[in-house]
């Protein structure tokens, strides 16, 4: 009879179910599973560390919208990655995370990578976490997993895996490999909800619709647009629901944080229709100034534990957002719909208006570039269908001001945990995710020396990222935090420190960008290169990004 390891079988288990790459970074724990990968033409796309292993499997699961797999070596290897799991988390990214672990006959030896619970570590930060002691039950665990994170509400799970578990050899005609391992979990609404849902939005005199993080991960994209026009209703997003509708669109209003131009009285949304929305840090928690508290709130959430949790709602509807929409077309559809072309106009003018406002910025001739000249630049020279990930803080902050998409799923940028430095695993996951596509990485100075030798991952695995640096020589978010506070500016101060040669030095183009004009050729030619390339950009450190204002109000 033959044998096989433990490690063959985890591999023969994520096979089946599709996994197609893999993030890591070895470790002697993971020998057997990176053999059997190679065996099985699974690549595994290998970072400089582990927390960009994660970060570019959360990567590859946004925007793919189906399981990331990272995989990390016993203790310091899983201790690097824990930000990564935290992120997901927060973000009810689909990520199984396998970390090697000490052989269980080592156990309380003193050994080595040991002597830490990783499961107990994990499972305040993950959907599940398990340890496997049983070699034979590795394809119906590691299958278990699976299902466990892509089932809805999405989420990460954490498998350790003993060394001896990994190495231990099991016969081949013992183990069965699961059949179906995906589950698909689409909660329809109830029919009465959908009537009094319509019910609302028929007798309200400004609605609007918001699309969050849930209609993108439940691909709502088409019957939102079908629905928006129908009723005639705006429609706002998060960043992941960024583009479900096209950001030219004349329905669209753009990012949550544009509600608050909408702040003058008669212009105040008075029912809001949430699909997917966790209300909270992009929302502006408890406060009225995006989401009037007068306003009246349908909620449609996968998960009911977030309906109501922080905002009172007159509807609360747990069910997936594209089901819901397609039932309330069934019936919109037999219906008429009042006439709303003053809200409308009145939403574009709000959006135009806060557009005629930045744009004195644009008139600056001399350096330093203003950090909207140079997101402007960067907006007008993208190539068709970019996949962006913004990093950073007031870098992406200024990006929403401008950034424009027509396909969703296409801004990968901060979730709940606001961790910096994510940014160039994230763009690892999503060039490997997307092969052909142009991706973006948008990265505060600060942002991109977490991790800065992922360069040399860009180039190993020729992943044509093209980074841009918003540099301004400082921690800006935080250096303008202790300004508004009125404290003195300590430790949020940079260098101007030469990205563009340390990238250059691991094997991508670097260039240093110092005149915006110079800008929109240089992002051309490096996205034509079909090379990762660094640019550095300099701009200037004084002006506050409007949202940061926004957000800012609070400490004032
Ligand atoms: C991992 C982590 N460390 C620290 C912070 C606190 N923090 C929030 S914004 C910020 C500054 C970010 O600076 P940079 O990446 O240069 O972006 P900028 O604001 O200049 O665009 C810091 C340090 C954080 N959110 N995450």
């Known amino acids: ?23 890591g970074l070895h470790g002697a724990h993971l020998e057997t599973l990176f053999q059997s990968c190679a065996a099985h033409g699974i690549p595994i796309i290998d970072t400089r560390h582990e927390v960009a292993a994660g970060h570019a499997a959360e990567g590859y699961a946004r925007a793919r919208r189906e399981l990331g797999v990272a995989l990390v070596t016993a203790g310091p290897g899983f201790t690097n990655c824990i930000t990564s799991l935290a992120n997901a988390y927060l973000d009810r990214t689909p990520v199984l995370y396998l970390s090697g672990a000490a052989a269980l006959r080592d156990a309380e030896t003193n050994t080595l990578q040991a002597g830490i619970d990783q499961v107990a570590i994990a499972r305040p930060i993950s959907k599940w976490a398990h340890a496997i002691t049983v070699p034979s039950q590795l394809p119906r665990l590691v299958a278990h997993a699976i299902r466990t994170a892509t089932a809805a509400p999405t989420g990460p799970v954490l498998l350790d895996l003993p060394m001896d578990v990994l190495t231990a050899l099991v016969d081949e005609d013992a183990v069965s490999l699961p059949h179906s391992i995906a589950v698909e979990v689409r909660a329809a609404p109830p029919a009465h909800a959908i009537d009094e849902a319509l019910e609302l939005l028929r007798g309200a005199a400004r609605p609007v619709l918001l699309a969050g993080a849930g209609a993108w991960q439940s691909d709502a994209g088409a019957p939102l647009r079908e629905f928006a026009e129908r009723l005639g209703v705006p429609v706002f997003s998060d960043f992941q629901a960024h583009g479900l509708l096209p950001s ?28 997917g929305v966790r209300f909270g840090l992009f929302t502006l928690g408890a406060s009225d100034r995006l989401v009037p508290t007068a306003a009246r709130i349908i909620q449609v959430e996968v998960d009911p534990r977030e309906i109501g949790k922080l905002r009172e709602v ?60 140079a997101v402007s630049a960067i907006v007008e020279h993208l190539p ?44 690892i996951g999503a060039q490997a995710a997307y092969p052909e596509r142009p991706v973006l990485c948008l990265a505060g100075d ?57 990238a250059a030095a691991l094997g991508c183009h670097g260039q240093l960008i110092r005149e915006i004009g110079e800008l929109g050729p240089a ?4 996205f034509a290169s079909r090379r990762p390339a660094c640019l550095n950009v300099e701009i200037d450190v004084g002006p506050w990004p409007p949202e940061l204002e926004l957000l800012a109000s609070r400490h004032r």
């Open 1 to 23: 009879m033959a044998q096989v390891t433990g490690g063959e079988l985890v591999v023969r288990t994520l096979a089946a179910a599709g996994v197609r790459k893999i993030f």
């Open 248 to 275: 030219d669109h004349p329905l669209y209003g753009g990012t949550f944080h544009k509600l608050a131009d909408l702040a003058s009285p008669g212009m105040r949304p008075d029912v809001v229709l949430a699909l």
């Open 314 to 373: 007159t509807l609360g509807i747990a069910a997936d957002p594209r089901e819901t929409l397609e039932a309330l077309l069934v019936r919109a559809r037999a219906q008429r719909w009042p006439e709303r072309a003053g809200w409308q106009h009145a939403v574009q003018e709000a959006r135009r208006s806060r557009q005629r406002r930045a744009a004195a910025a644009l008139e600056r001739r001399q350096p330093p570039i203003h950090p909207y000249q």
């Open 384 to 427: 068709d269908e970019t996949l962006i990930v913004a990093d950073g803080a007031e870098s992406y902050h200024w990006l929403n001001e401008v950034v424009r998409q027509r396909q969703p799923g296409s801004y990968i940028t901060h979730g709940f945990l606001g961790a910096v430095g994510f940014g160039l695993g994230l763009a």
């Open 446 to 502: 600060g942002a991109v020396g977490f991790t800065l030798a992922e360069f040399d991952t860009l180039a190993r695995h020729r992943l044509p990222v093209v980074v841009v640096v918003m540099n301004n020589r400082s921690w800006a978010a935080s250096q303008h935090f202790q300004e508004m506070i009125g404290n003195p500016v300590r430790g949020t101060r940079l260098s101007d420190a030469r990205y563009h040669d340390a």
């Open 523 to 526: 992002l051309r030619s490096a």
